[in-house]
């Protein structure tokens, strides 16, 4: 037995596009025979899953799309707690693969057979016992030799030899080859004979164009014109509060990430992954405490860049410039979402707003059970007939992005289509009666006091993808709907 490797996916493939093993084998044309394949948790003898697979109809390969399996194993990295880096150990599974292979316990004879003490004895390699229920297949269907054609019980057996309770006498034809099996129809397996080891599925999904031509060396971080795990545009605007955590794979050991801002100061983060992907936030709002002199971001800052420095001093990663949007709000809110490769990025929304609220109910109405006073019925008048129930507030936003770069204006895509989608809530300081701080000069201070995101789920359902040569002025618009629903006391 023997096989050989036909196709394999790259060792760090997208989860959300196929992901397919295919294999031969010398044995595809064997009776009952199927490909074994078993997944398991790379370096473990943890098995995850096991697919028996009939061989594909003309060539007889073995094929298998371990995608929707993988795609089980993955999720996704988020913590708005942290601006350091961490492991992202819940946006890739590493996994190994092993192909065996099983067919009926069919063996064939091919010299005379013989007589062993009256009985009939057959010369065929087996692995048969005393008292094992077997099936006889002549070549030329027991004309010669009827009785030794099928259900037998073997009397004596050795690895080359089997022995019947058919009686010699009743061969006339010696000559005559065939087949012997197992009654039941049992199986012989063969186990790990092609391996494929130490490969990894990460959180990612490729358009349907993009993923013909993916090639996982563009994410090794070894060179200057590799990339992060994201789609976000390698110029993208950015206001002041926004938040982003970009993922990285391949940086393995105590490297950095350079900051370095459009006055030329330079910054660094220290990073020191064990794992195969990275999280490291980098937002205006979050790239939190940098090593180097003076601020990231000043007054007179416009942008800043953004790369994965070796220890070695040299630069292995394209640079990714976030450009200050500083441009006057209306309301400011802000998006987070799961982009196409796994990475957390934002986009603001800083014109009018819109709060909207529905709310639903259960009513129904009851006998007013009054008093009787007086030998007369009579009632409160505070007594109930409609009653109401289960009472829930559905909340949701109409936001508006400011006008945005065409490349922005694509990203904005991903944002609709994303399953993990999050809004930062921002409350403000007030005084005791509730109501704004008021400036020296009349008007009201929104100082803030505290900040979370909620989970949220995006409405839209139809969008344009807006471009600069159809529409100078590029903006967007989004309803969500908070995932949370707020309690409501009875």
Known sequence: MSQSTIASPQAFSPAYNPIKFI?????????????????????????????????????????????????????????????????????????????????????????????????????????????DQVVITQDDGGVANPQLEGLHTVISATGSNVTLNVAFTTITDITINGTINYADNRKLITLDVTSFDDFIAFNGAFRWLDWSVYDQTDYKLTLANKEWLTNQPQEFSCTLGQDLYLNLWGAKGSDKIIFENSLGDVFYKAINNTDEISQVPVGPNNYGTLVGTGDLITNTVDWYDVYYLRTTGSIESVKYRINLDRRTTISEYHMLFLDRLGSYSSFAFQLKSYDRGEITREIFNRDVEGYVSGASWNYHTEEMGFMQSNVNVTKSLDLNTNWMEESAGQYFEELLTSPQTFVK??????????????????????????????????????????????????????????????????
């Open 23 to 131: 294999v031969d084998s010398t044995n595809k044309n064997n009776t009952g025979f199927k490909y074994i394949f078993d997944v398991y948790e790379a370096g473990t003898a943890t098995k995850i899953a096991q697919y028996k697979v009939l061989p594909t109809y003309g060539d007889g390969y073995g094929e298998i799309d371990l995608s929707k399996l993988l795609q089980s194993q993955v999720s996704w990295d988020l913590n708005t707690l942290s601006t350091s880096w961490y492991n992202a150990t819940g946006s890739r599974y590493l996994y190994d693969v092993k192909v065996g292979e099983e067919q009926l316990a069919e063996y064939l004879w091919t010299a005379n057979i013989t007589d062993n003490g009256g009985n009939t004895r057959v010369p065929a390699t087996n692995t048969f016992v005393v008292g």
């Open 425 to 490: 809530i921002v409350q403000y300081n007030t005084t005791e009666d509730g109501l704004p701080i008021i400036g020296e000069d009349g008007c009201p201070v929104h100082i803030a006091e505290s900040t979370a995101y909620q989970p949220c789920i995006v409405q839209n359902n139809t969008y344009e993808v807006y471009q600069q040569r159809n529409k100078n002025l590029i903006k967007q618009s989004i309803t969500i709907k908070l995932s949370n629903q707020d309690n409501i006391n009875g």
